[in-house]
Nanobody, 125 residues
Framework: QVPLVESGGGMVQAGGSLRLSCAAS????????MGWFRQAPGKEREFVAS????????YYADSVKGRFTISRDHAMDTVDLQMNSLKSEDRAVYYC??????????????????WGKGTKVTAAS
């Protein structure tokens, strides 16, 4: 069973907005740091944003800072990524990730042990 399920992807015009959501499935992540990563065609998976266990701290890649906002709802056990002012370079499959045993900082793929299957964002040029 996939522990995290992403939704909300789709096609959006440049300059538009999209909200991705990640829901826990089969286990709870309400006490875990969470992250969003993305992978564009032909490129490696890269860090987008992360949020601390209780939501007090958020971190962003420079490329999305000021445009994207990560948030979480502990009651619903969900993590959202609000994406504004989308650019063509934001086209990618976006993955939600849950804190792993070796979590350290949250910027690396290796910080996370739990992943969803991803949701695709296509930004129309």
């Amino acid at each position: 069973q996939v522990p995290l399920v992403e939704s909300g992807g789709g096609m959006v015009q440049a300059g538009g907005s999209l909200r991705l959501s990640c829901a826990a499935s089969g286990r709870t992540f309400s006490s875990s740091a969470m992250g969003w990563f993305r992978q564009a065609p032909g490129k490696e998976r890269e860090f987008v944003a992360s949020i601390s266990r209780y939501g007090g701290y958020t971190y962003y890649a420079d490329s999305v800072k000021g445009r994207f906002t990560i948030s979480r709802d502990h009651a619903m056990d969900t993590v959202d990524l609000q994406m504004n002012s989308l650019k063509s370079e934001d086209r990618a499959v976006y993955y939600c990730a849950g804190e792993g045993e070796n979590y350290s900082g949250g910027y690396s793929l290796h910080d996370y042990d739990y992943w969803g299957k991803g949701t695709k964002v296509t930004a129309a040029s």
